[in-house]
């Protein structure tokens, strides 16, 4: 998923993406600050969501989405990029990623090379991700 001003070709250069990996390119600022991501299915009910808002939230089909939780502890601060919010310091270029280990209570991590699929974007090594992973 692209979330960033950029387009499909440019997103999938910058993160040496094969032509199998899906994306979507909509334009618009990167997540942060308060942010999140509910993805439905078709039939609209919530499939998987991320909120780092301070508060939980309330999905269309009426499921309560708690905020996010830090891997390290301590609160989400909802003023923050998402990256930042979970534990990077002083990047706002690092992505929140899921640590799979945490399956009966989720929680998330700054991405960090080589750890859950994440790597560094091509030509910007504090830049790091794992798109298509």
């Known amino acids: ?12 250069s910058a993160w040496a993406l094969p032509a199998g990996v899906r994306t979507l390119a909509f334009g618009g600022p990167g997540l942060g600050k308060g942010d999140g991501v509910l993805v439905y299915t078709g039939s609209g009910a919530l499939a998987a969501a991320l909120n ?13 989405v708690p905020p996010a939780t830090r891997c390290a502890g301590g609160s989400v601060p909802a ?8 534990g990077s310091t002083g990047n706002d270029k690092k992505s929140a990623v899921w640590n799979s280990a945490s399956t009966s209570t989720p ?21 790091v991700g794992s798109p298509g992973f």
């Not at 003023?79 to 979970?86: F, K, Q, R």
């Open 1 to 12: 998923m692209i979330v960033q001003a950029a387009t499909d070709t440019t997103f999938r």
């Open 52 to 64: 780092y808002k301070g508060s939980a939230v309330t999905a269309s089909d009426g499921t309560v």
């Open 79 to 86: 003023s923050e990029h998402a990256g930042t919010a979970m």
């Open 107 to 127: 929680c998330y991590q700054t991405a960090v090379s080589g750890a859950l699929g994440a790597y560094a974007q091509t030509g910007d090594a504090t830049s």
